[in-house]
């Protein structure tokens, strides 16, 4: 069925850079989304939380193209899910970064391998990898760990190699499906300021959550979803004060290394 013809496309504010039009998706036996109608702003960090089985996931698959709507329109950058075609894929692909629950690192790859296989995959010459690599790694804080196997790194320093790998490209928009739910509370905290920082440098970053912790202190858009519905959408107020965190420190730490090492002392 051409549900376009139900919708009114009308220009999106120049500013939206995700717009879901009544959007729906049914799986064979099941419905996962029921008229699901939201837009994102270039620019905003957003929190998806609800029960198991609320369709979290399902709305990152659809922003991602990796799943398509089976009623409704989205649209992602320009891009419409109704006239999306395969060529067109790549492209959106490069604009997205995706950060999984269980972090999908190549196991039999050091650090560095694992984040510069993303330039690789979109043709990226050496030269220019190896300097992506190591501003990324500066970022998340683990230049000093560039040469470990994935194994030889706690959870949250795996999930830092993630979510440099889904950064490296530069890309627009950085989705996290349950990016913190592998972590310790601790940790997971770490993990969203880290989030934070990069949302700051101006990607739009939606990231999905069970932890009502995280909720509580992410003073930003919550959408609340349950049973494939949005039942709840709004701005929080935080109480964490995320100017002081592990992540920072860490952040900071490497960055003088980084620094003492390009001017090394002379003897
Ligand atoms: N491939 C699939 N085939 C059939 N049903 C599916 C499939 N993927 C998801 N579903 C169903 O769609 C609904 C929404 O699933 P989704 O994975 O989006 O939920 P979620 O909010 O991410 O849950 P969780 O917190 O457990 O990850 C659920 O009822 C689920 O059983
Ligand atoms: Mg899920």
């Known amino acids: 069925m051409n549900t376009d013809m139900n919708l ?8 939206t850079i995700i717009s879901f039009n009544r959007v729906s998706l049914a799986y064979k036996d099941q419905d996962a989304l029921s008229e699901v109608s939201f837009n994102v702003t270039n620019g905003e960090f957003m929190c998806l939380t609800g029960p198991s089985g609320a369709g979290k996931s399902s709305i990152l698959r659809l922003i991602s193209m990796d799943a398509f709507p089976t009623g409704g329109q989205v649209r992602v950058r320009g891009m419409m899910s109704s006239k999306m075609n395969r060529r067109k894929i790549p492209q959106l692909r490069r604009e997205i970064g995706f ?22 995959v979109v043709g990226v010459p050496h030269k220019r990898i190896a300097e992506n690599v190591s501003r990324v790694l500066n970022n998340v804080g683990l230049w000093g760990k560039r040469h470990r196997l994935p194994h030889q790194l706690s959870g949250g320093e795996q999930q830092r190699v993630a979510i440099a790998r889904a950064m490296v490209n530069s890309p627009k928009i950085l989705l996290a499906d349950e990016p913190t ?24 970053v939606i990231f999905s959550t069970h932890d009502h912790e995280i909720v509580k202190s992410f003073g930003r858009r919550v959408i609340v979803l349950e049973d494939g519905r949005i039942v ?3 701005q929080r107020q935080g109480i964490v004060d995320r100017s002081v965190n592990l992540a920072d420190r860490m952040y900071r730490a490497d960055l003088d290394a980084a620094a003492s090492r390009e001017e090394p002392a002379h003897a």
Request: glycine share 6%; hydrophobic share 40%.
């Open 8 to 15: 009114a496309p009308g220009p999106l504010d120049s500013r």
């Open 99 to 120: 950060v999984f629950q269980d972090f999908r690192l190549l196991e039999d790859r050091s650090v560095e391998d694992n984040v510069a296989f993303a330039q690789l």
């Open 181 to 204: 739910g592998n972590l310790d509370p601790r940790t997971a905290q770490d993990i969203i300021n880290l989030l934070f920082r990069f949302n700051d440098a101006g990607t739009c």
């Open 232 to 234: 709840s959408d709004k």
